[in-house]
C-alpha cells in the first residue's frame, strides 16, 4: 500500500511538471455496495493495463497513461458527479461499467465530444453508428447475447427449440430488460415459450422467482443478473435442484465469485463470454514481471486472471489500441477526446495484432465502421468446473442471428433519433 | 450586536408579521437571494452545477414537502420515492406529448399530478396513525414503483424501461439535456425552490399551517376546537405532495436526465429525504434546506478531501463516508434532537444576547 501511495504521489509530481500532458482514461468504478464483487477485478484489470504500458512501453505512443478512478457504487448520481469532476482533466474514453450510467452518459458524452466504451453492455441500439456518434459497444452487445444463448441451444437440441420453455431471471433494471424485446423475437421465430421473471434490486431476495421456476419446470434459464444477485440465483438454483448445465447466465453472470459460494452445487453452470477464460497468455508474463512482482498492482492485487478482470484488461487493452490509432490518424502523440472518437471508429482488431499484444485467440477478430460500433457480435459459452475452480470455453465463437437483432437495433436507434432530433451521419 | 430587534421599530401590523422580523436577518436573506440568484450564475460551471447545487436545490424542495408532512402535520411518510417518481413520470409523459410547452408548465403539472395520488394515498390517514401511517405510505412506495416498471405506457414503450428527458426549453433556452448551460439550470431550479421555500414559509405561518400543527400535537383536541382533520390532513398530503412531484420532474428532467425508476426512486430515496427533515429539523423551513446540504454536500466534500486533496484510494473513502455521515447522524441526533434548525436557533439566541451572558 505504501508502495502504491508512493508511486501514484511520483505519478502526481510526475504529472505536474510541464513536460507533456497525460492521457487520461477515467475508470468510473465501484468497489463497494452489493455490485463492488464485479467492479473491483474489472477496475483492477483495467487499472493494471495501463500501468503496464507506463512501466514496459513508457505509455502510449510516448506519453504516459493515467487512470483517474472514482467511485460511483453503481449509483446513478454519483457517477454523474464523477462524469463531471473527471471531464475537465482531458478524459478521453469513459468507460462506466453501468448500464444506468451509460443511460445517462450518451447524451452528455455526445455533447462534450468525448467517446463512450461500453462493452457488452449499455444501451444496445448504440452498435448504430449513424445515430449514436460517440458511443460504441463492440465487440459484442447484448442482444447477441441473448441470440447467442439461443443459437447454443438450438445446437443443443439439433436445430428445433419448438414447444421448449426459457424461463429469462433478470436485473429489473434498464440492464436486465435489454434482452427481453430480442428474446420475444427469437421465440415468435423459434417457437419456444418465455417466461420472464424479473428480480429487484440489490438482488437478494429471489425465493419467490426460483419457487416459480419449480412450479413451471422451465426447460432452460437465461440469467441477465449482476452483483450479488448472481450468487443468490446459483444458489437458488442449486436449492432447488435445477440441472445447472440447462441454466446460462450473460457474461455479467458468469464470474468466479459467482459461483463460488454454491460450491461443488454450482458445477456445470454455463456462461456467455465474448472473450477467451484464463490467464494462459504471454501478456501474463508482462503482467507479472512488471506490475504484480513490482508491487504496482492496482486493489488487492488478488484478482488477476479472473474472469472480470481478464475483461477489464481487455477493455482496456481495446481503448489502449483506439488511442494508437488516434495518434496515427490525428498525427500527434498528445490526442483529444474527438482524435479518441475518430481512432475508435477506425479501429481494427485482427488475430495477428492480439498475438502481437500477447493475447493471442484471446477475442475476436472485428473492424469498427462509422455504420457499426458494435463489431461483428461473436459469442461463446463458458462452463465452470467446481472440481478443478476453473472456466473452460466448451463452444467457440459464432455469429448471432444479425436479422433479428439488426432489425430491432435500427427500431430501437430510429426512434432515439426521432426523440432527440438527430441528423444521421455516414452519408 | 449585530443581531437584535433594539432600534428595529415597527410602525405596522404587516412590519409587525413579516417573515424575518430582525433587520440583520432580513439583510442576510436579501444578500443570500442576491448572491444566489445575481452572482453564482456567472460563476457556475458544469460540475459545481451537476454535482453540487443542483441536488441540493432539488432535495431542498423535496425536504420541504416532506417537512410539511411530517414536521408540520405530523403524518410520517415513507412515499417519498414514489411520489417523485410520479412527478417525474408525469413531467415526461407531458413533455413527450406537448413539446412545445414550456417547461415551466410541465412541471407545475407533474407536481400538480403528484398532488393528486399523495391525496388519494392520504386516505388511510383518516383512520390510522403514526407507524401504521408509515407502513401504508409504505405500500404507496412500493406500489408506484412496480407501476412504473410494469405499464409500458409510461415509459413510452422504450426496450430498457428508462426514461431520457428530451430537449426542451424555457424562452429559447435549452433547459434540459445535455447542452443545457450550467446557469440556466441551476436558475431554473433556484426559481422552483425560492418559490416553494416562500409558499410553505407562508402557508406555515397562516391558518392552513395553523391547522396542521393542531393535528399534529393533538388530532383529537384539534377536532374539538373546530379544525377539519379530513381537509387539514388530505391538504397537507395535497400540499407536500406537490412539492415532492415538483422535486421529482426536476430531478428527472433537469438533473439526471435519464432515470431507471427502481435505481433512481427506490426506498432509499424515501429514506433519505426522511433523514434530510429529521437532521436538519421537524417543522422548520430552514431545516429542510440545512438537512437537504448536509446529506448532498457532506459525501461530496468527504470524497473530495480524500480522493483529491489526500489521494486515498477510492473504494476506502467510499468507505469512510458511509462511518462519517452516519457518525456525524448519530452525533447531532444525540447532542440536538431537534435537528441543525435548532443549533441555528440556539445561535440566533446567543447572538442576540452577544456579547453578554445573560
Request: glycine share 10%.
Amino acid at each position: 500500500m505504501n508502495k502504491k501511495l508512493a508511486t501514484l504521489a511520483l505519478g502526481a509530481l510526475m504529472a505536474a511538471g510541464p513536460a507533456m500532458a497525460d492521457l487520461v482514461f477515467p475508470s468510473l468504478s465501484y468497489r463497494t455496495g452489493p455490485y463492488a464483487a464485479g467492479g473491483i477485478p474489472f477496475a483492477d484489470g483495467y487499472a493494471d493495463y495501463f500501468t503496464l504500458l507506463n512501466e514496459r512501453d513508457g505509455g502510449i505512443g510516448g506519453v504516459p497513461a493515467k487512470v483517474i478512478e472514482c467511485e460511483t457504487g453503481y449509483n446513478t448520481e454519483k457517477g454523474v458527479e464523477c462524469y463531471e469532476s473527471t471531464k475537465g482533466e482531458g478524459a478521453l474514453v469513459y468507460q462506466p461499467l453501468s448500464t444506468g450510467i451509460t443511460y445517462q452518459l450518451i447524451p452528455k458524452t455526445t455533447a462534450d465530444d468525448i467517446p463512450m466504451h461500453t462493452m457488452g453492455y449499455g444501451r444496445t441500439s448504440a452498435k448504430n453508428g449513424k445515430v449514436f456518434s460517440h458511443t460504441f459497444n463492440y465487440p459484442a452487445n447484448y442482444w447477441d447475447g441473448a441470440s447467442g444463448a439461443i443459437n447454443y441451444l438450438l445446437e443443443e437440441n439439433g436445430g428445433d427449440l419448438s414447444g421448449k420453455k426459457i424461463a429469462l431471471v433478470y436485473h429489473n433494471s434498464a440492464y436486465g430488460k435489454e434482452p427481453i424485446r430480442t428474446l420475444e423475437e427469437l421465440s415468435k421465430k423459434h417457437g419456444f415459450e418465455l417466461v420472464a421473471l424479473p428480480v429487484d434490486h440489490p438482488g437478494q431476495e429471489q425465493k419467490s422467482q426460483w419457487l416459480q421456476i419449480r412450479r413451471d419446470r422451465p426447460d432452460y434459464v437465461l440469467m441477465w443478473g449482476w452483483g450479488v444477485m448472481n450468487q443468490v440465483a446459483i444458489q437458488e438454483a442449486a436449492n432447488i435442484r435445477f440441472p445447472m448445465e440447462n441454466f446460462i447466465g450473460i457474461w455479467w453472470s458468469g464470474a468466479e465469485h459467482d459461483v463460488m459460494p454454491a460450491g461443488a452445487a454450482a458445477d456445470g453452470y454455463k456462461a456467455l463470454t465474448f472473450h477467451n477464460v484464463g490467464s494462459d497468455y504471454p501478456l501474463y508474463d508482462d503482467l507479472k514481471k512488471y506490475v504484480v512482482d513490482a508491487g504496482k498492482a492496482a486493489g488487492a492485487g488478488d484478482q488477476v486472471g479472473t474472469v472480470l478482470y481478464n475483461r477489464g484488461l481487455y477493455a482496456a487493452m481495446l481503448a489502449a489500441e483506439a488511442a494508437k490509432k488516434a495518434q496515427e490518424i490525428s498525427g500527434k502523440a498528445d490526442i483529444t477526446g474527438a482524435d479518441m472518437r475518430a481512432g475508435m471508429e477506425a479501429l481494427e482488431i485482427t488475430e495477428e495484432k492480439m498475438a502481437e499484444l500477447g493475447l493471442p485467440n484471446f477475442g475476436p477478430a472485428f473492424t469498427v465502421t462509422c455504420e457499426n460500433h458494435g463489431g461483428n457480435g461473436m459469442v461463446g459459452v463458458t462452463q465452470w468446473d467446481a472440481d478443478t475452480k476453473t472456466w473452460s470455453l466448451i463452444s467457440d465463437f459464432k455469429p448471432t442471428d444479425g436479422e433479428v437483432i439488426g432489425a430491432l437495433i435500427e427500431e430501437d436507434s430510429a426512434a432515439y433519433a426521432a426523440e432527440n432530433n438527430i441528423e444521421l451521419r455516414c452519408n | 450586536m449585530f443581531y437584535r430587534e433594539a432600534g428595529d421599530f415597527k410602525t405596522s401590523y404587516r412590519d409587525d408579521n413579516q417573515t424575518f422580523p430582525i433587520k440583520f436577518d432580513r439583510y442576510r436573506y436579501y444578500v443570500v437571494l442576491a448572491v444566489a440568484f445575481g452572482i453564482i450564475p456567472f460563476i457556475i460551471n458544469d460540475y459545481w452545477a451537476n454535482a453540487l447545487l443542483l441536488p441540493f436545490l432539488i432535495y431542498a424542495i423535496a425536504a420541504i414537502g416532506l417537512n410539511i408532512l411530517v414536521g408540520y402535520c405530523g403524518q410520517v411518510s415513507l412515499g417519498t420515492g414514489g411520489f417523485m417518481a410520479v412527478g417525474a413520470y408525469a413531467c415526461y409523459k407531458l413533455m413527450t406529448a406537448f413539446p412545445d410547452v414550456s417547461m415551466f408548465i410541465h412541471v407545475i403539472l407533474a407536481g400538480g399530478i403528484t398532488a393528486i395520488v399523495g391525496v388519494l394515498f392520504g386516505l388511510p390517514s383518516l383512520r390510522i396513525k403514526g407507524f401504521y401511517l408509515a407502513v401504508a405510505t409504505l405500500a404507496a412506495q412500493f406500489f408506484l414503483v412496480w407501476l412504473f416498471n410494469r405499464v409500458p405506457w409510461f415509459y413510452n414503450y422504450s426496450a430498457s424501461g428508462q426514461i431520457n428527458a428530451p430537449e426542451r426549453d424555457v424562452f429559447g433556452i435549452i433547459i434540459t439535456g445535455p447542452n443545457a448551460p450550467a446557469w440556466a439550470t441551476y436558475l431554473f431550479c433556484l426559481i422552483f425552490l425560492t418559490a416553494c421555500a416562500i409558499i410553505a414559509r407562508n402557508l406555515t405561518r397562516g391558518t392552513t399551517g395553523r391547522t396542521w400543527m393542531a393535528i399534529r400535537d393533538m388530532d383529537i383536541a384539534a377536532e374539538i376546537i373546530g379544525v377539519n382533520p379530513l381537509r387539514a390532513k388530505l391538504s397537507a398530503f395535497a400540499v407536500s405532495s406537490f412539492f415532492v412531484g415538483v422535486s421529482g420532474a426536476l430531478f428527472f428532467a433537469i438533473y439526471l436526465g435519464a432515470v431507471e425508476v427502481g435505481e433512481a426512486f427506490g426506498i432509499q430515496k424515501s429514506f433519505l429525504v426522511l433523514f434530510m427533515v429529521i437532521i436538519g429539523g421537524l417543522g422548520s423551513i430552514f431545516g429542510s434546506f440545512a438537512g437537504a446540504a448536509f446529506l448532498v454536500l457532506l459525501p461530496v466534500v468527504l470524497k473530495l478531501i480524500g480522493v483529491d486533496l489526500l489521494g486515498w484510494p477510492t473504494d476506502i473513502v467510499a468507505h469512510l463516508q458511509l462511518v462519517i455521515v452516519g457518525g456525524l447522524i448519530i452525533l447531532f441526533l444525540i447532542l440536538e434532537p431537534h435537528g441543525l434548525a435548532q443549533l441555528w436557533r440556539v445561535a440566533k439566541e446567543k447572538l442576540r444576547l452577544w456579547p453578554f451572558p445573560h
